[in-house]
């Protein structure tokens, strides 16, 4: 197995992992339930830890991770064509009416 990414937002690493695995990236998260521990040692220490099963999908896990990141970040905000409710960047479908954004 291999770490891919690590976060104090464990949502955010199930996010991760959900769409690592709809790529058939098997994962697992470690360190769930470790922050009960914090101020015994570092805090970066106890955050939760996204690794893929796979030593050989580690580098397309990280891309993977990488491009969601960058899309989060420089994306644009995009408008529901079926409904016209505006999202975020991060979001392929809409929240409103559930239709898929249109690329």
Known sequence: MRLVH???DRIYL???KNMLEAQ???CVI???RLSSIAGEIPI???WPELWVKDNLKEKWAKEIITEFEKSVVEGEMWTCENCGEEHG???KDCWNC??????
């Open 24 to 26: 058939d990236i098997q």
């Open 98 to 103: 559930q239709s898929i954004k249109a690329f």
């Open 30 to 32: 470690k360190n769930e």
């Open 89 to 91: 960047a991060q979001f």
């Open 44 to 46: 970066v220490n106890v």
């Open 6 to 8: 690590t976060s104090e």
């Open 14 to 16: 199930y996010h991760l």
